[in-house]
T-cell receptor
Framework: GQNIDQPTEMTATEGAIVQINCTYQTSGFNGLFWYQQHAGEAPTFLSYNVLDGLEEKGRFSSFLSRSKGYSYLLLKELQMKDSASYLCAVRPVGKLQFGAGTQVVVTP | GAGVSQSPRYKVAKRGQDVALRCDPISGHVSLFWYQQALGQGPEFLTYFQNEAQLDKSGLPSDRFFAERPEGSVSTLKIQRTQQEDSAVYLC????????????FGSGTRLTVV
């Protein structure tokens, strides 16, 4: 089966950096995804890692270690609009399996 | 279309009523997924189509749930004899068959069973 763990909530101030960790145990691995979801809206794609290492995309970066079953999403220069739930998802085969999400609260 | 379209946006059903939720994926997207999302939780996988073939329906919680995609484009998720525990947001996502760019989600249908 699949087990994906991420913290429930994190709080940070505007302009700061926040790192959201995700650990997973899956039967099979074909990529790890991060999604952002604002309340009442659809999840939107942020990043994809299939090989070990860091992927950088503007203010957002994502890291993967397959041997450790570990990923993190790094949000830099936080803005108020970054307040949202961040979902870690693993694709064993075909379908995505999601964690419960980390609610990030950005304060002024 | 430009994105994944779901209808209705909101649905209130009386317990025991049947409902049908529609998903219109991005044109040309081969893969289509249905997810159920409870408040404060991540999306839970329900079922997956590649073209018209339903390749995985392991997430459907009971035989009251049924999904189809007869022409490999629009999909319908049907829930028979709705129960209060079926209240959730139902998300549809589509992707190219070999996409590494993630799946594109629709805005979802919020189902409330009263």
């Amino acid at each position: 089966g699949q087990n994906i763990d991420q913290p429930t909530e994190m709080t940070a101030t505007e302009g700061a950096i926040v790192q959201i960790n995700c650990t997973y145990q899956t039967s099979g691995f074909n990529g790890l995804f991060w999604y952002q979801q604002h309340a009442g809206e659809a999840p939107t794609f942020l990043s994809y890692n299939v090989l070990d290492g860091l992927e950088e995309k503007g203010r957002f970066s994502s890291f993967l270690s397959r041997s450790k079953g570990y990923s993190y999403l790094l949000l830099k220069e936080l803005q108020m609009k970054d307040s949202a739930s961040y979902l870690c998802a693993v694709r064993p085969v075909g379908k995505l399996q999601f964690g419960a999400g980390t609610q990030v609260v950005v304060t002024p | 279309g430009a994105g994944v379209s779901q209808s209705p946006r909101y649905k209130v059903a009386k317990r025991g009523q049947d409902v049908a939720l529609r998903c219109d994926p991005i044109s040309g997207h081969v893969s289509l997924f249905w997810y159920q999302q409870a408040l404060g939780q991540g999306p839970e996988f329900l079922t997956y189509f590649q073209n018209e073939a339903q390749l995985d329906k392991s997430g459907l919680p009971s035989d009251r749930f049924f999904a189809e995609r007869p022409e490999g484009s629009v999909s319908t998720l049907k829930i028979q004899r709705t129960q209060q525990e079926d209240s959730a947001v139902y998300l549809c996502a589509s992707s190219l068959a070999s996409s590494s760019g993630g799946y594109t989600f629709g805005s979802g249908t919020r189902l409330t069973v009263v």
